[in-house]
């Protein structure tokens, strides 16, 4: 058996390096190739259809870059094209490979968390029509009452480099009104993107809001899957390489990407 293959991360952009960081810092042993679809960020506003179609080319090309298994870290392709990507497109074109999304770990771990049973959503606004979230942790617990809010500025924000605090906080404060006056408990960062405002976000909730960020779960729950299947894990690469494609090559993508992964990154450009 041939132990060459690397883990793909697919993102709608740079936001899904924050959760490469936390992955590879809990599996740093092995290779990881990521792909951010920067030329056509943002998915959250395009149609399902759309979406759907760059999911398929980004598994293609990560496939072609030798990954057995593909984690879509892009809460949109998650909720909109997973399922299918799943059911219909890797049996019939990759039947070796294994591709995740995000989400259902996220929900999982909101679910466990929550005491008052009332869990608050950010995410796009495809996330939030797909009302993927909502299903998941219903899937959970019945009893849990999810509250989601479209925060569509958010991304506009993060990717421009958030350069006004004032009104970084005060958009935060109006998307996220509607969530605290309903007494949630727990709230979901339902998008890659929202995880570099987890502080100003933490400001605005108080301690007593849990916030569940994919960038600090993905790593332990692909740990945890890899040791359920061995016969994945048997198959990959423990060189300790990371690789970085972008669709887009401009400067943002590397610099806000390095801020986003944490260190300096070197992109090239993808093909899809
Ligand atoms: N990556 C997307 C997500 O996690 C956010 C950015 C976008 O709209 O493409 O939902």
Do not use: W
């Not at 490469?20 to 599996?27: A, E, F, N, S, T």
């Not at 669709?247 to 090239?268: M, Q, R, V």
């Amino acid at each position: 058996m041939l132990r060459n293959k690397s883990i793909g991360i697919f993102d709608s952009g740079f936001g899904g390096l924050s959760v490469m960081r936390g992955i590879v810092k809990d599996l740093p042993e092995y290779n990881y190739v990521y792909l951010g679809d920067s030329a056509r960020v943002p998915y959250g506003t395009k149609p399902r259809e759309a979406i759907y179609r760059f999911a398929k080319q980004a598994i293609n090309f990560l496939v072609n870059k030798n990954c057995g298994l593909i984690i879509l870290a892009c809460n949109t392709a998650s909720s909109e094209a997973l399922r299918r990507i799943q059911q219909e497109y890797i049996p019939k074109c990759y039947s070796d490979r294994k591709v995740l999304g995000v989400l259902i770990p996220a929900a999982e771990i909101a679910a466990s968390k929550t005491k008052n049973k009332r869990v608050g959503i950010i995410a796009t606004e495809r996330t939030v029509e797909s009302e993927a979230f909502v299903r998941e942790l219903r899937k959970v617990n019945q009893e849990i009452k999810a509250f989601q809010k479209a925060c569509p500025l958010l991304v506009k924000i993060v990717e421009i480099g958030e350069q006004d605090e004032k009104s970084t906080n005060a958009v935060l404060k109006k998307y996220l009104k509607p969530l605290t006056s309903k007494k949630i408990d727990t709230l979901i960062l339902g998008c890659t993107h929202y995880g570099i405002l987890e502080k100003k976000i933490r400001k605005i909730t108080g301690k007593n809001i849990k916030i569940i960020s994919e960038s600090k779960i993905i790593g332990k729950k692909l740990k945890k899957y890899l040791k359920k299947h061995p016969e994945i894990e048997k198959k990959l690469s423990k060189k300790r390489k990371n690789f970085f494609y972008s669709t887009d090559l401009t400067k943002n993508f590397e610099i806000l990407g390095s801020k986003f992964f944490g260190e300096k990154i070197k992109a090239k450009k993808a093909d899809l």
